[in-house]
Every structure is written in C-alpha cells, then in structure tokens.
C-alpha cells in the first residue's frame, strides 16, 4: 500500500509509524485512520520487535480532522465513525504481541491523546501538552480515553481533564503518572529510539508482559493469578528463557532472538 497520511520505516527491529500530515497537525482524517490500520497489521505481520509511534513536524496528533463536518449530515455519526475506524486500530495495537512506544512530539488532542498514552511507554518533548477537547466541541472523550485514563491518572484528575478540557503540560502529565518520561526537544526521538531498540532487543516475554498488565484490568486477583500462570509456562517454554538462564550462570549479558 502507498501511505500519503502516514510513514512506516524500519530501524533494525524497530518498526516506525510516523502520522504524515503536518500541515493539519496530524489531525486524524478517515484516510489517515485506513492507512494507520493497514501500518499496524505491516508491523505485526513483520519481524518487528517494537512499534514506536510518533508524528511528523510540531504536533503528536491534533485529534480527528473536523474540517469535512461542516453540517450535521456530512458524515456518518461521530460513534459509527469510531466503530468502523478508530475502535479495529486501537484493538490492534492493545493485542500486539511486542511493546509500544510513543514519542510525543507536541500536541496530543483528543483521540490523539488516547492513541499517544495507551502505549507501554510514552515519552513526551518538554514543549509537549495533552488535552482532551471534546467539551469544548460538544462531544465526549472517546478512543478509550474515560477507560484508561482513570487507571492511569486517577479518576478525579480524568474528570477534571475532560470537564474542564484544559491543556496538561507534559511536566505536569510526568508528575501525574501519565507519561514515562519528559526530555527536551531535541533528545526526543533519540531517547525515544533508544528505549525502542532497548524493547526490541528484549526476550519474547515482553509481549507476555504486556499481555498480563493489560488483561489485568479487567482480571480478578484470582484470574490474574491463574493468567500469570498461564503465561509463565508459554515464557519458560521459550528460547529466550533458556538464553536467559544461561547467560546468568554463564555471567555474561544475553542475546535474546524473541523466540
């Protein structure tokens, strides 16, 4: 497929998908969303080993693109809309097999927003801030934002954000818990790369891991007892395991292949 809205590149086992459309500040289109679908299946169809997701020039994603909806009927209901494009893309990056990075690079609004924190590790640019919009248009926050934001800034701080749609400057989203790490602008994408290719170099337990912090907020304690179980004998099972296990007797560093 020939990508006009988004960038997919490799860098060693790191897969990139870039948000292509600077000038609207990477606001999300319905072309840009069928692209961004067709990157991520790219992604876990290859030998990838980590996603780091981003956007090109001064912002990370200013949200859906509003400038079609220019009468009540132009397009389909805003919910159809998240059904159809955004709910199969965001399912697919949760149920990846291997971690997700976002570096964010500026703005991050709305379902942007969403997409940038609901990667295992996000890393934000100081001149960065977050901000969920859609009181001030009308809407409610969307792209799972009222699920996972609770679980990682506290309900209050959720409400607050979403009532009161203020910016959230990405010291203070550091401070909240929201975001991994702060760096300035210029060390963005290099420390994003470098946790990236740290991930990517990891045993194949890392999506295991992933798998269980996921599923857990939705397990019981029990559940997730049983599901840690479960996904200590498929890791054990594993070469990296048994590289791992070597290399630690052996005093030496391992060399994982995520198998």
Not at 9 to 38: C, F, T, W, Y
Not at 60 to 75: E, H, I, K, V, Y
Not at 82 to 90: G, Q, S
């Amino acid at each position: 497929m020939d990508y006009k809205n988004v960038t997919l590149e490799r860098d060693g086992k790191v897969a990139i998908v870039r948000l292509n459309a600077p000038e609207v500040l990477n606001a999300l289109s319905g072309d840009m969303v069928q692209e961004l679908s067709h990157a991520v299946d790219a992604v876990i169809s290859s030998d990838a080993r980590c996603l780091l997701l981003t956007g090109e020039g001064r912002a990370f994603c200013a949200g859906a693109n509003l400038s079609a909806r220019d009468s009540s009927d132009a397009l389909p209901p805003a919910g159809s809309v998240l059904e159809t494009h955004y709910h199969p893309v965001m399912t697919k990056l949760r149920n990846m097999d291997i971690p997700m990075v976002s570096a964010v690079n500026g703005a991050a609004v709305g379902v942007g927003m969403s997409f940038a924190v609901m990667a295992d590790m996000v890393i934000a640019a100081r001149s960065a801030y977050f901000l969920q919009a859609f009181a001030n248009i009308g809407l409610v926050p969307d792209g799972g934002a009222t699920w996972i934001l609770p679980r990682l800034i506290g309900w209050g701080r959720a409400v607050e954000l979403s009532l009161l749609a203020e910016r959230l400057p990405a010291a203070q989203a550091l401070e909240w818990g929201l975001v991994n790490r702060v760096v300035d602008d210029a060390d963005l994408m290099t420390t994003a790369m470098e946790i990236s290719q740290r991930l990517a170099n990891g045993p194949m337990s890392l999506g295991l891991i992933r798998r269980a912090y996921w599923d857990s907020l939705s397990n019981s304690y029990a559940e997730q007892f049983q599901h840690e179980a479960n996904l200590q004998r498929i890791a054990g099972a594993s070469d990296d395991n048994r590289e791992g296990v070597k290399a630690f007797l052996e005093k030496r560093k391992p060399q994982f292949k995520g198998t």
